[in-house]
């Protein structure tokens, strides 16, 4: 007679949905780190076959297409916007970011790349003072330079050649800090979902003119790589952006330095690359620096009437 097991799924929900939001968001803040870094680690592997920005085009239509079953899934009710135009200028100002991005870690090791993009928090802190009137006081003033020193400590300018890898990455991290500005302007009346739907369809279009451009047929096995480059991409931009849904961003932000430790062992398994001490210690500073002002920003929240710490 056929045993038949009981299906383990509805169980694993529950007991998913029964955990505490902020473990929840723990968790998939972790399981992003992972992904984030298996796909910065695959466009460094696949960049030697394939130009980096064909490898951001391609890692776009791909995200689109995983995308696309859960947007079906969901409707298309909450792709309705008033705000096409904003969303347009985030595409556009997001996939500079990204040929930039993928153009460095293409010619930088992985966990450099790594410590110098935790610079973006601090790149969007001080442009939410000058774009968004936010107010910050002596510390967290203090945390900005201290953070903006530590990206210093790992490019050491006047000690060693700053190459072009890592100047294009800290470039990526200013676009980024002000993508995040204008992804705070939309979340005010659009939605994750539809802030993430925008994001992947502006992406792939912006980025077709410039992979056109460099062109070249991927060897064979190269598209396994590009596929698992937009599904993780894709899976790890839905879990952090479900993590910073389940609980406040201090939460998990200190998780986020995951992204070195994978970075460095997957870099070594792969490419054989070594983090130096200055790359840790001005990671540590950078992630630090932006950290704490994170969690003034908290606190700041929780206080009526009070000003900028």
């Known amino acids: 007679m056929t045993e038949f097991r009981e299906n383990p799924l509805p169980g694993l929900i529950n007991l998913w949905q029964a955990a505490p939001p902020v473990m929840r968001g723990i968790m998939?803040?972790?399981?992003?780190?992972v992904l984030f870094s298996a796909m910065h680690v695959l466009v460094r592997y696949v960049a030697q076959d394939v130009p980096p920005l064909q490898v951001a085009f391609l890692r776009n239509i791909f995200g689109v297409i995983v995308f696309m079953p859960l947007l079906m899934s969901?409707?298309?009710?909450?792709m309705k916007t008033e705000r096409l135009g904003l969303h347009s200028i985030r595409g556009i100002i997001n996939v500079t970011a990204m040929l930039m991005f993928f153009t460095g870690l293409a010619m930088t090791p992985v966990a450099r790349v790594t410590a110098l993009a935790?610079?973006?928090?601090?790149?969007?802190a001080l442009l939410s003072v000058i774009f968004l009137g936010e107010r910050f006081r002596a510390r967290r003033w203090s945390a900005l330079i201290v953070g903006f020193a530590g990206t210093l400590i790992i490019l050491r300018p006047g000690m060693i050649p700053v190459d072009l890898g890592s100047t294009l990455v800290v470039g990526s991290a200013l676009l980024w800090g002000i993508t995040m500005i204008?992804?705070?302007?939309?979340?005010?009346?659009?939605?994750?979902?539809?802030?993430?739907?925008?994001?992947?369809?502006?992406?792939?279009?912006?980025?077709l003119g410039p992979a056109l451009w460099v062109w070249v047929t991927p060897p064979p096995e190269a598209w396994v790589w590009l596929i698992a480059i937009g599904i993780l991409g894709t899976i790890a931009q839905l879990a952090l952006s479900q993590s910073l849904k389940e609980t406040d961003p201090t939460a998990v932000m200190p998780f986020d330095f995951l992204k070195l430790v994978w970075a460095a062992i997957l870099g070594f398994w792969v490419f054989g690359e070594v983090p130096d001490i200055f790359t840790w210690l001005g990671a540590f500073v950078v992630f630090g620096s932006g950290f704490y002002i994170a969690w003034r920003e908290h606190q700041e929240r929780k206080r009526t009437g009070g000003g900028a710490g």
């Open 28 to 33: 998939l803040m972790c399981v992003s780190t």
């Open 74 to 78: 969901t409707g298309l009710s909450f």
């Open 118 to 124: 935790f610079s973006a928090p601090l790149f969007t």
């Open 182 to 207: 204008v992804i705070k302007v939309l979340s005010r009346t659009e939605s994750s979902f539809a802030i993430t739907a925008y994001m992947n369809i502006f992406l792939s279009l912006f980025s």
